[in-house]
């Protein structure tokens, strides 16, 4: 799996949109981006995931670039309950079924201030 | 929404003591993983199954072992414990046959092997 660079940390103030940035220059074709945060020692939970279009839910935003080198995860408005350690993956996708593990990097800590 | 369950949620070993974790995936989810977090550290992956049988192995020291049975549940069994397994271990489960599909955790189960 491509390997991805994050910041290792960020403040947000509460209300404001949170931008995360990830590069992930070496993506191929059937890599997705898949976006992770983990609250203090609480399970990793899903966000969102792309190939190659904008994708949006109702948590957050994630913005690919064109040539898929590297993404911006968007939090519209930011919470205290947002702050956490936010990943940035990218799994490769096979043709067929099975177990596609994501391998956790060195995420960006995100800390939300009042 | 059903969630992944594991259970125990806390457990305290003996080290050279064996212990067995448990994860009740989500149900109609027939592929599991398991991952190991330290103190301080990013998840890391241990090993996977998909439909009962062994998908990928990752980081999963020669003293454990896991299956997964046929109503998918998994177990991950840990043997001449040692100071050094003390972590946070976390089972995710996801929907196999959706090669897109994205992986749900469960809280954990934390091990302090003393």
């Given at each position: 799996d491509a390997k991805t660079t994050q910041p290792t940390s960020m403040d947000c103030a509460e209300g404001r949109a949170a931008n995360l940035p990830c590069n992930?220059?070496?993506?191929?074709?059937?890599e997705y981006v898949y976006w992770y945060r983990q609250i203090h020692s609480q399970g990793p939970q899903y966000i969102i995931h792309g190939l190659k279009n904008n994708e949006t839910n109702e948590m957050a935003s994630l913005i690919i670039t064109e040539d898929r080198k590297s993404s911006t995860l968007i939090l519209p408005h930011a919470t205290l309950r947002d702050t956490a350690v936010y990943y940035c993956i990218v799994r490769v996708s096979y043709s067929g079924a099975g177990s596609y593990q994501l391998t956790f990097g060195k995420g960006t800590k995100l800390s939300v201030i009042p | 929404a059903a969630g992944v369950i594991q259970s125990p949620r806390h457990l305290i070993k003996e080290k050279r003591e064996t212990a067995t974790l448990k994860c009740y995936p989500i149900p109609r989810h027939d592929t599991v993983y398991w991952y190991q977090q330290g103190p301080g550290q990013d998840p890391q992956f241990l090993i996977s199954f998909y439909e009962k049988m062994q998908s990928d192995k990752g980081?999963?020291?020669?003293?454990f072992s896991a299956q997964q049975f046929s109503d998918y549940h998994s177990e991950l069994n840990m043997s001449?414990?040692?100071?050094?397994?003390s972590a946070l271990y976390f089972c995710a489960s996801s929907l196999?046959?959706?090669?897109r599909g994205e992986a749900f955790f469960g809280q954990g189960t934390r091990l302090t092997v003393v």
């Amino acid at each position: 799996d491509a390997k991805t660079t994050q910041p290792t940390s960020m403040d947000c103030a509460e209300g404001r949109a949170a931008n995360l940035p990830c590069n992930h220059s070496t993506i191929s074709g059937n890599e997705y981006v898949y976006w992770y945060r983990q609250i203090h020692s609480q399970g990793p939970q899903y966000i969102i995931h792309g190939l190659k279009n904008n994708e949006t839910n109702e948590m957050a935003s994630l913005i690919i670039t064109e040539d898929r080198k590297s993404s911006t995860l968007i939090l519209p408005h930011a919470t205290l309950r947002d702050t956490a350690v936010y990943y940035c993956i990218v799994r490769v996708s096979y043709s067929g079924a099975g177990s596609y593990q994501l391998t956790f990097g060195k995420g960006t800590k995100l800390s939300v201030i009042p | 929404a059903a969630g992944v369950i594991q259970s125990p949620r806390h457990l305290i070993k003996e080290k050279r003591e064996t212990a067995t974790l448990k994860c009740y995936p989500i149900p109609r989810h027939d592929t599991v993983y398991w991952y190991q977090q330290g103190p301080g550290q990013d998840p890391q992956f241990l090993i996977s199954f998909y439909e009962k049988m062994q998908s990928d192995k990752g980081s999963i020291p020669d003293r454990f072992s896991a299956q997964q049975f046929s109503d998918y549940h998994s177990e991950l069994n840990m043997s001449s414990l040692e100071l050094g397994d003390s972590a946070l271990y976390f089972c995710a489960s996801s929907l196999g046959r959706d090669r897109r599909g994205e992986a749900f955790f469960g809280q954990g189960t934390r091990l302090t092997v003393v």
